[in-house]
């Protein structure tokens, strides 16, 4: 029997591997990995949770070092005992990285494939070149990514995002008068921006306010918000239903932008890290948006506020000047493209690594 070993370090990619487990789960492929909640409700014995590894910033890591650096050496020494005809890596280039490199020398003979690019066209763009040493076959989510790979001689494919075949928007529906706050889906990402959207939600006059989180934040948000009579869900399929339903949210800068936006909901966008970290970022950055939508739009769709602007007065003006409509419809072109011809993104993944496997 075939066998794959799948890695994703973070919900957004833990939420396209679920999908792609599914599919390979039906071609009757064992599967192995590393992956959260949603990837073992499809089937995978995870090695250990990704909340381990799920943090994010350049100083705000270092805590975790010594325990990442274990992990890592766990996963490889799974890896190499498991002898998968096909390693695929999804995003979270920091861990994947590591363990893909030290694979690629320990047994050559394992097809890497990662999915996601890194972002080189927005910063770090050696990045490039260096995945030529470790990765066979780059499986990108955006059509003008390809070409930053192809000409070091990597392997990349345009496959399209699979969040077009999850988000999708409620038509003429009514929409309700919700406010929807995410602070992100790391847990010093919900202590740094929480406090803030909540005083600008108080600032705005919305029947309901509504945080969508994942189980395993759920306790932290809670602890967060006190005694404020604001809803929390953890639940996939009703936060598919309010993202078509609110009125508008307050986001984090990530892939919940995309997933808005791709369900029609308007918002505003922001973002903090410590001075320190944001002072490297901003120097080192080469494109002038933060947000997916405006990225992928090459204009500015979505108000974007960061680091001293993401402040709760700030937050609330934006929210009461947002054009609604004007917004909704700017978000209209985005599907088109994020699909690669007419397969599905999560077929056209299933079916590349399939014809890896059969390779072998």
């Not at 066209?121 to 490039?128: D, G, K, P, V």
């Not at 992100?184 to 600032?203: A, T």
Request: one cysteine or more; glycine letters at 6%; charged letters at 20%.
């Amino acid at each position: 029997m075939k066998r794959i070993y799948i890695i994703a370090g973070e919900p957004s990619g833990e939420l396209l591997g679920a999908g792609i487990i599914e599919k390979l789960r039906q071609a009757g492929i064992e599967i192995f990995g590393v992956g959260g909640d949603l990837m073992q409700t499809q089937g995978l014995h995870s090695l250990f949770n990704i909340n381990e590894i799920s943090v994010g910033g350049i100083f705000e890591v270092i805590p975790h070092l010594i325990r990442i650096r274990q992990l890592i050496k766990n996963t490889v020494e799974d890896i190499i005992e498991k002898q998968p005809e096909v390693l695929l890596t999804i995003d979270s280039p920091g861990f994947c990285f590591r363990v893909a490199k030290i694979v690629k020398k320990l047994n050559p003979k394992i097809n890497i494939v990662h999915l996601v690019a890194p972002s080189v066209w927005a910063w770090r763009s050696n990045r490039a070149k260096r995945m030529v040493k470790f990765c066979d076959h780059l499986l990108t989510l955006f059509e003008f990514e390809p070409p930053f790979f192809t000409k070091y001689g990597l392997k990349a494919t345009f496959v399209g995002h699979p969040s077009i075949e999850i988000f999708t928007e409620s038509g003429n529906k009514k929409k309700t008068n919700t406010l929807l706050i995410l602070p992100g889906s790391r847990s010093q990402e919900i202590k740094s921006l929480l406090p803030i959207f909540l005083k600008s939600s108080e600032m705005l006059n919305f029947k309901n306010i509504v945080i969508p989180t994942l189980p395993h934040l759920e306790s932290l948000v809670r602890s967060i918000i006190g005694d404020r009579k604001i809803e929390i869900t953890a639940n996939e399929n009703k936060k598919l239903e309010l993202f078509k339903s609110a009125k508008c949210a307050i986001v984090a800068s990530g892939t919940a932008t995309l997933q808005l936006a791709l369900s029609g909901c308007p918002m505003v966008v922001c973002y903090r890290l410590s001075p320190l970290s944001y002072r490297i970022v901003k120097s080192l950055i080469k494109v002038k948006f933060i947000s997916l939508v405006n990225l992928i739009s090459n204009r500015s769709i979505v108000p974007e506020l960061i680091q001293s602007d993401c402040n709760p007065e700030k937050i609330a003006q934006a929210i009461k000047n947002l054009n609604f409509k004007e917004q909704t419809n700017s978000f209209r072109g985005l599907r088109s493209k994020l699909r690669a011809g007419s397969q599905n993104p999560t077929d056209a993944i299933a079916i590349i690594l399939k014809n890896l496997m059969k390779q072998k």
